[in-house]
T-cell receptor
Framework: KQEVTQIPAALSVPEGENLVLNCSFT??????LQWFRQDPGKGLTSLLL?????REQTSGRLNASLDKSSGRSTLYIAASQPGDSATYLC??????????????FGQGTILTVHP | DAGVIQSPRHEVTEMGQEVTLRCKPI?????LFWYRQTMMRGLELLIY????????DSGMPEDRFSAKMPNASFSTLKIQPSEPRDSAVYFC????????????FGPGTRLTVT
């Protein structure tokens, strides 16, 4: 059974800092890995998706990497801003067997960027 | 496309009542997922469909929960009878068979059972 863990659970940083959010998964047979952002009381917004054959994806100040063999992904946020404050969730899409198409989520990292 | 549409956005009901949540996936998407989010348990997959057929309902908590997908553009999640511990935010998501399988989430329905 796939398990996804995110570290740290919460992070508070001053504006302008570069930061790294970590995600680990137990079953390396994944199809892709998605990073989402969730603002309080809102739905999930997809930030980046890395396919299993890829090593990283970039969008603006965000960069996500994937190391399938070690079961790890990181989300790098450059020059953080107060508007980046949100909960960040990673999710692994299982491949094969009866779990195909199933996203397993981590518990999330609550990020606070203070001015 | 308008994205995944869910209704109602908020639902307050009394214990014992039937609750029906609705979802319209993105047109052309053949996968549909129902999730539940609580502070204690985070995001949990309840059930998912492929081409309107339920594939995995192992996350459905008990027989009080049921889900249907009568056609490619509509799905319901029903709770009967509802209990206070069912209070949560319920999300619907959809994706399309292909290279990416990226899931797109609806805005969620916040259910409160008193």
């Amino acid at each position: 059974k796939q398990e996804v863990t995110q570290i740290p659970a919460a992070l508070s940083v001053p504006e302008g800092e570069n930061l790294v959010l970590n995600c680990s998964f137990t079953d390396s047979a994944i199809y892709n890995l998605q990073w989402f952002r969730q603002d309080p009381g809102k739905g999930l917004t997809s930030l980046l998706l890395i396919q299993s054959s890829q090593r990283e994806q970039t969008s603006g100040r965000l960069n996500a990497s994937l190391d399938k063999s070690s079961g790890r992904s990181t989300l790098y946020i450059a020059a953080s801003q107060p508007g980046d404050s949100a909960t960040y969730l990673c999710a692994a899409l299982n491949a094969g067997g009866t779990s195909y198409g199933k996203l397993t989520f981590g518990q999330g990292t609550i990020l606070t960027v203070h001015p | 496309d308008a994205g995944v549409i869910q209704s109602p956005r908020h639902e307050v009901t009394e214990m014992g009542q039937e609750v029906t949540l609705r979802c319209k996936p993105i047109s052309g998407h053949d996968y549909l997922f129902w999730y539940r989010q609580t502070m204690m348990r985070g995001l949990e997959l309840l059930i998912y469909f492929n081409n309107n057929v339920p594939i995995d309902d192992s996350g459905m908590p008990e027989d009080r929960f049921s889900a249907k997908m009568p056609n490619a553009s509509f799905s319901t999640l029903k709770i009967q009878p509802s209990e206070p511990r069912d209070s949560a935010v319920y999300f619907c998501a959809s994706s399309q068979t292909g290279v990416v399988y990226e899931q797109y989430f609806g805005p969620g329905t916040r259910l409160t059972v008193t």
